[in-house]
């Protein structure tokens, strides 16, 4: 097994194929845990529920919350399951050789991600575009990408900037934009209560970063309205 994963870490193309910029390192054992130790990590979580439940003045042995505890670990774990991926394995080798040397954009990806603030959800959509240098990456490979960072708590602004990263590290291009739109649910229903309130961030790497030309571009492109 340890040989298995010194052979990938020599193979893959990603300097960091753990996510680049990992949250912390302790949650590298959620990636390697076993399906016993998963199963206890669920247990401990549903404990935890229960008492949370108990601390909010409700009673977690009613006939509507008894099963709540395991629902919601269940959730929980599944909502932040972009721990248990390897952004080597999410590229999967596709990255191909195309002589194609102007902007390739993929817009509107939905995603969905939770504060690590308050641990409430934060939705919006992200738009990704990068110009290739010799290398193309496979186009659902940038939503997974999105995918796999926004499963993980979260801040808006290291989710836009660990997306432009990686796509950097994968194929190389001359350069990578993100802009993501959001609304926080910890803005509209709690603190200020700002329904409507939209969160706008950017990463310009490489050419979109020196390049005015090349940045209006791409806003413009991610702004115009579909034909499909």
Same mark, same amino acid.
């Given at each position: ?5 010194? *052979?990938? *870490? ?7 194929? +753990?996510?680049?910029?990992?949250? =912390? ?31 909010? $003045?409700?009673?977690? #042995? ?9 629902? +919601? ?9 972009? +721990? !248990? ?7 999967? #080798? @596709?990255?191909? =050789? *195309? ?6 954009? &993929? ?6 991600? %939770? ?14 575009? +990068? /110009? ?9 490979? %940038?939503?997974? /990408? =999105? ?9 808006? !602004?290291? %989710? ?5 990263? @990686?796509?950097? *590290?994968? &194929?190389?291009?001359? $350069? &990578?934009?993100?802009?993501?739109? =959001? ?33 209006? !571009? ?11």
């Amino acid at each position: 097994m340890i040989q298995d994963e010194e *052979e990938r *870490e020599v193979q893959s193309p990603i300097p960091d194929q +753990y996510g680049l910029g990992w949250p =912390a390192k302790s949650t590298l054992s959620r990636l390697h845990s076993t399906a016993e130790e998963r199963l206890e990590r669920e247990a401990k979580l549903a404990g935890a529920v229960r008492t949370l439940l108990e601390c909010i $003045g409700e009673d977690p #042995d009613r006939e509507g919350l008894q099963r709540t505890p395991a629902r +919601y670990a269940q959730a929980l774990m599944w909502m932040t399951r972009g +721990y !248990e991926e390897r952004l080597s394995d999410v590229i999967n #080798d @596709a990255i191909f =050789a *195309e002589d194609h040397d102007e902007m390739v954009i &993929v817009r509107d990806i939905d995603v969905f991600s %939770l504060c690590e603030h308050h641990l409430v959800p934060f939705t919006g959509k992200i738009s990704i575009g +990068y /110009i290739p240098n010799k290398l193309v990456l496979g186009l659902s490979k %940038l939503a997974r /990408i =999105a995918e796999t960072f926004s499963r993980r708590l979260q801040v808006q !602004e290291r %989710l836009t900037r660990q997306i432009a990263i @990686a796509v950097q *590290e994968a &194929v190389k291009p001359r $350069g &990578v934009a993100v802009v993501m739109e =959001a609304t926080h649910l910890c803005m509209t229903m709690r603190g200020v209560q700002k329904p409507g309130a939209i969160t706008v961030t950017s990463t310009m790497l490489g050419a979109f970063r020196t390049n005015q030309k090349t940045r209006e !571009e791409f806003l413009t492109l991610i702004r115009s309205q579909s034909r499909i």
